[in-house]
C-alpha cells in the first residue's frame, strides 16, 4: 500500500513539475527581444518592428515565425527593409522558448 501511494505522488509530481517547468513566452519576452521590440510590443521606430496590430504575425503560422526567430532575417530575406539592423538570430533559444515567445508575440499582435 505505500508502495502504491509513494508511486500516485511521484506521478504526480512529475505531471506538475513538467507544467510548471513550460516556458513562459512573455518572461523570454522580456529577456531576450524587449530591448527591440519594447516591453509591450510596440517596436522601436527606426529599429524593429512593432508587433501590436502586425499583419504579419497575425497571419503567419507559429511554425513560421518561428523559422524568423531561430534563423534571423538579414539582407535580402528582410521583411522590414526600413529598419536598418537584421533580426538577429536565436539560435541559443530551445524550439520550446520559440514557440512560447511566438505564441506570446501573436498576443501582443492581437492587441491593436
Given amino acids: 500500500m505505500?508502495?502504491?501511494l509513494g508511486v500516485g505522488v511521484l506521478a504526480l509530481s512529475v505531471a506538475f513539475a513538467g507544467s510548471a517547468l513550460a516556458a513562459d513566452?512573455?518572461?523570454?519576452?522580456?529577456t531576450k527581444c524587449a530591448a527591440c521590440h519594447v516591453a509591450e510590443g510596440q517596436g522601436t521606430p527606426?529599429?524593429?518592428p512593432a508587433f501590436q496590430g502586425n499583419e504579419?504575425?497575425?497571419?503567419h503560422s507559429v511554425a513560421e515565425i518561428s523559422l524568423v526567430v531561430k534563423n534571423g532575417?538579414?539582407?535580402a530575406e528582410k521583411k522590414y527593409k526600413e529598419f536598418a539592423i537584421a533580426m538577429p538570430a536565436q539560435k541559443t533559444m530551445s524550439d520550446d522558448d520559440v514557440k512560447a515567445v511566438v505564441e506570446?508575440?501573436?498576443t501582443l499582435a492581437a492587441k491593436k
Avoid at 504579419?56 to 497571419?59: L, N
Fill in 104 to 106: 506570446h508575440v501573436k
Fill in 25 to 30: 513566452g512573455a518572461a523570454i519576452f522580456k
Fill in 73 to 75: 532575417r538579414a539582407g
Fill in 56 to 59: 504579419f504575425i497575425k497571419k
Fill in 46 to 48: 527606426g529599429m524593429a
Fill in 2 to 4: 505505500r508502495k502504491l
